[in-house]
């Protein structure tokens, strides 16, 4: 796993506390910024340390990331030891082939990014989502290239009431903005309730998620024969991603990838 380049992460277009005026001139908006800086100092966005720009991680941050970079298995998105110069599948991806057809993840799910994406999604620490969508748009450009649709991971309704925010919205909404493939955000619906994920196995994962997804039926029109990209924060086992595959396929989209800031890396998976 290598680096991705700084001008697609640690350098991100500036983010301030709170909006600029679209129309101020060049002149007053820098005096704009410079006023927010004053008021808000910009710091790294995972340990808070003092950085010259808001939205951004400072350098011993970005080390701890592990990008997922070529090669990958197409299938899984998960890193492989060397690279054939050809399409490659993992022993996990042929042992037990997904429903969805291809995953793509920025990260592994791993010290600093878990941080990252625990803030963000339960302590309302925003200010990192400029950086997390071209962090996606550069893991995902492959998926996206031929993509027709984004749509996000859906909360349940009572979680979203609590929580405010569906993370994997915001970051549906955010790819969306960068790559120019629409996003349709309400037509997945979590229709049952359930438990948290965290701390159960693959198999309790898969019939927590079971028949706990539908689709809009009044929109089923925009799924017929369509390339989808499900958006999600983290792929652990794959079972949330899995059970969303298996329904927009049922409505009628013809091809269903996944997108994720990050992924579960187990050791034995990078093996051919």
Same mark, same amino acid.
């Given at each position: 796993?290598?680096?991705?380049?700084?001008?697609?992460? &640690?350098?991100?277009?500036?983010?301030?506390?709170?909006?600029? #005026?679209?129309?101020?001139?060049?002149?007053? !908006?820098?005096?704009?910024?410079?006023?927010?800086? /004053?008021?808000?100092?910009?710091?790294?966005?995972?340990?808070?340390?003092?950085?010259?720009?808001?939205?951004?991680?400072?350098?011993?941050?970005? #080390?701890?990331?592990?990008?997922?970079?070529?090669?990958?298995?197409?299938?899984?998105?998960?890193?492989?030891?060397?690279?054939?110069?050809?399409?490659?599948? #993992?022993?996990?991806?042929?042992?037990?082939?997904?429903?969805?057809?291809?995953?793509?993840?920025?990260?592994?799910?791993?010290?600093?990014?878990?941080?990252?994406? =625990?803030?963000?999604?339960?302590?309302?620490?925003?200010?990192?989502?400029? /950086?997390?969508?071209?962090?996606?748009?550069?893991?995902?450009?492959?998926?996206?290239?031929?993509?027709?649709?984004?749509?996000?991971?859906?909360?349940?309704?009572?979680?979203?009431?609590?929580? &405010?925010?569906?993370?994997?919205?915001?970051?549906?909404?955010?790819?969306?903005?960068?790559?120019?493939?629409?996003?349709?955000?309400? /037509?997945?619906?979590?229709?049952?309730?359930?438990?948290?994920?965290?701390?159960?196995?693959?198999? =309790?994962?898969?019939?927590?998620?079971?028949?706990?997804?539908?689709?809009?039926?009044? !929109?089923?029109?925009?799924?017929?024969?369509? #390339?989808?990209?499900?958006?999600?924060?983290?792929?652990?086992?794959?079972?949330?991603?899995?059970?969303?595959?298996?329904?927009?396929?049922?409505?009628?989209?013809?091809?269903?990838?996944?997108?994720?800031?990050?992924?579960?890396?187990?050791?034995?998976?990078?093996?051919?």
């Amino acid at each position: 796993m290598s680096d991705v380049s700084a001008d697609e992460g &640690r350098v991100a277009p500036r983010s301030a506390p709170w909006p600029a #005026s679209g129309g101020l001139t060049a002149p007053f !908006r820098a005096v704009f910024d410079a006023v927010a800086d /004053l008021l808000l100092p910009p710091v790294c966005i995972g340990c808070r340390t003092s950085i010259d720009r808001h939205g951004q991680l400072c350098g011993a941050c970005w #080390s701890k990331i592990d990008f997922i970079t070529s090669p990958i298995c197409d299938r899984l998105g998960i890193p492989l030891p060397f690279e054939t110069g050809e399409v490659m599948l #993992s022993a996990a991806a042929m042992a037990d082939p997904p429903a969805y057809d291809r995953a793509r993840a920025a990260a592994c799910y791993t010290t600093t990014m878990r941080e990252l994406i =625990q803030s963000f999604k339960y302590r309302d620490r925003q200010e990192g989502l400029p /950086l997390f969508g071209r962090w996606l748009a550069q893991a995902g450009s492959d998926i996206l290239a031929d993509a027709d649709l984004l749509i996000p991971v859906p909360l349940h309704r009572s979680k979203l009431w609590s929580r &405010r925010f569906n993370q994997s919205a915001l970051l549906t909404s955010e790819v969306a903005r960068l790559s120019g493939v629409p996003a349709e955000v309400t /037509l997945l619906k979590r229709t049952r309730k359930t438990m948290s994920q965290v701390g159960l196995s693959a198999d =309790q994962r898969r019939r927590n998620v079971s028949g706990a997804f539908g689709v809009d039926a009044k !929109r089923t029109e925009s799924l017929k024969g369509a #390339s989808v990209v499900v958006v999600d924060d983290v792929i652990t086992t794959g079972a949330t991603i899995e059970a969303c595959a298996r329904v927009l396929r049922k409505a009628g989209a013809a091809r269903v990838d996944a997108l994720a800031l990050a992924r579960a890396v187990e050791p034995t998976a990078w093996a051919l």
